[in-house]
């Protein structure tokens, strides 16, 4: 069978459910060869959420966006143990819908130029993959890709309660996710949805709330407390389900903070979130990206500037401030809270003003790296389709790793430690941001470290900006695998803007 699963990073997962099912086979040794299909990454990097399924003989194939939070089932992957795929997450919760619908599969320009399009390896993971589930197509004159669609079997989602008619809330959730369309992918195959929630309610529901209706649903799981924390980071906060006071009150506290807060102790970290957050502009709507890009939005809250711009996840809130870590894809106080693939549309339409993401690998064309490093495997995620489509792109990341130890003190920089690891490379390992093709687009591009700035020109890479107390040479040119282009280079301003 195929098992569509739902969730992202802990929000939403139903762990009860995957708990289970490790239970069943590690004591049954069934089911068996199945195949796992998801869109967003769903694990803490250890052994919840799709971690539990990551065992040989239980899986065949694997079609996943994002696979770092399940560091098993990227090492089954890249030795060679299942057949692998890594698609964007946006184009794998749209296949869902599409699934569902009857249609032969999703049309798209998300992953043109990347390691996804079938110029390059399909998305392939290993030589054991072999079946083509995407191809490139000509309508109207315009290169797109199309992935294929399949058959969906089993539909494993989570909610927060049910009603008597098995109609299902998400009240509680800090995501709604993408339960609706795998639910409906299932039924309309013949197959089941099982259901996790945390309460049954005794009467039926306004059929406003109703997110997935009974009828597509056919068990449901009653969870254990301890298997449905609201994030893997903690059981439930009630900040990600309840809207702010009023407009701006979310910023009343952090407003009047210091300009020494942000100057004082300064790590790489905070000066690249720091000079990130520069760019946003006033009105803008925005996605913040996994990981170092988390930190521009402390840093705008603490610049009271939270009320000038929307901030926005690939999960679906909309509005508030994204939290990070294990929580990471919940938003306290959002404004609205919609469902991914509904998200993703937005994103994919050109509707993000402004997106920052972070960049592992950076070569001479542009080309970026966030998915594949040696024998490492973290996947796209929703990378590719933000990535693609944002109207301003800032790439966040050190410019070099492996020990990097910075300080900056009195007005100037100092590199206490450098990295081991150049992350500005001749070649990167995998594209997951074809640079070409963002020159031709004509992208507004700039590259953020704690050092300097870069920005994408049509010839390529351009320093436009270096750290006070750096030596361009010595800190910035020697430590990369290309020579940038140098015209002109002004002082990079840290502090309060």
């Given at each position: ?24 086979f590690l004591t049954e040794q069934h089911p068996q060869n199945l195949t796992l299909v998801y869109a967003a990454g769903q694990g803490d990097g250890k052994d919840r959420g799709l971690n539990h399924l990551a065992h040989p003989r239980l899986l065949k194939r694997v079609i996943g966006g994002h696979w ?225 890009p988390e930190g521009i939005a402390l840093v705008a809250e603490e610049r009271g500037i939270l009320s000038e711009v929307t901030l926005t996840l690939e999960s679906g809130p909309i509005g508030g401030v994204p939290a990070g870590g294990l929580s990471f894809g919940a938003s306290s106080h959002p404004e ?143 430590k990369m695998e290309f020579e940038p282009i140098i015209r002109s280079v002004v002082v990079m301003k840290i502090g309060m803007r």
């Amino acid at each position: 069978m195929t098992v569509a699963c739902g969730g992202f990073v802990g929000a939403g997962h139903p762990e009860s459910l995957t708990v289970a099912m490790e239970r069943r086979f590690l004591t049954e040794q069934h089911p068996q060869n199945l195949t796992l299909v998801y869109a967003a990454g769903q694990g803490d990097g250890k052994d919840r959420g799709l971690n539990h399924l990551a065992h040989p003989r239980l899986l065949k194939r694997v079609i996943g966006g994002h696979w770092g939070l399940c560091p098993r089932l990227g090492q089954m992957a890249l030795a060679g143990e299942i057949e692998a795929y890594n698609f964007p997450q946006g184009v794998i919760c749209h296949l869902f819908r599409d699934i569902a619908a009857g249609r032969p599969g999703s049309l798209t320009r998300v992953g043109l130029g990347t390691f996804v399009d079938p110029e390059n390896c399909g998305g392939k993971l290993n030589e054991k993959t072999t079946e083509e589930l995407v191809e490139r197509v000509t309508l109207r004159d315009e290169t797109w890709l199309f992935y294929h669609s399949f058959p969906i079997q089993v539909g494993l989602i989570r909610a927060t309660a049910a009603d008597p008619f098995g109609n299902l809330v998400m009240d509680e959730e800090a995501v709604i996710g993408d339960v609706l369309p795998i639910a409906q992918a299932a039924h309309n195959h013949g197959g089941f949805v099982i259901a996790q929630v945390k309460k049954i309610l005794d009467k039926p529901v306004s059929p406003q709330r109703v997110c997935v209706p009974g009828r597509l649903v056919t068990h449901i799981v009653l969870a254990e407390e301890d298997e449905h924390w609201q994030t893997f980071a903690e059981p439930f906060n009630s900040d990600f389900c309840t809207p702010a006071s009023g407009p701006g009150s979310r910023n009343a506290e952090t407003a009047d903070l210091e300009t020494s807060q942000e100057t004082a102790s300064l790590d790489a970290r905070r000066i690249i979130a720091m000079r990130a957050c520069d760019e946003l502009q006033q009105g803008a709507i925005a996605n913040l990206g996994i990981g170092l890009p988390e930190g521009i939005a402390l840093v705008a809250e603490e610049r009271g500037i939270l009320s000038e711009v929307t901030l926005t996840l690939e999960s679906g809130p909309i509005g508030g401030v994204p939290a990070g870590g294990l929580s990471f894809g919940a938003s306290s106080h959002p404004e609205a809270i919609i469902d991914q693939p509904s998200q993703f549309d937005f994103y994919d339409g050109g509707g993000l003003d402004f997106a920052a993401l972070g960049a592992a690998q950076v070569d001479s064309q542009g080309n970026v790296n966030v998915s594949r490093f040696g024998t490492r495997f973290a996947g796209v995620g929703g990378f590719i389709n933000i990535s693609q489509n944002a109207r301003r792109l800032v790439f966040c990341g050190t410019l070099t790793t492996g020990g990097l130890e910075v300080e900056f003190l009195n007005g100037k920089m100092r590199i206490v430690k450098e990295g081991r690891i150049a992350k500005f490379v001749k070649e990167v390992e995998q594209v997951s941001y074809s640079g070409p093709l963002a020159r031709e687009a004509k992208h507004d591009v700039i590259f953020v470290t704690e050092r300097a700035v870069f920005r994408l020109q049509p010839e390529g890479i351009e320093l436009i900006e270096v750290a006070p107390g750096v030596d361009v040479q010595r800190d910035v040119v020697q430590k990369m695998e290309f020579e940038p282009i140098i015209r002109s280079v002004v002082v990079m301003k840290i502090g309060m803007r």
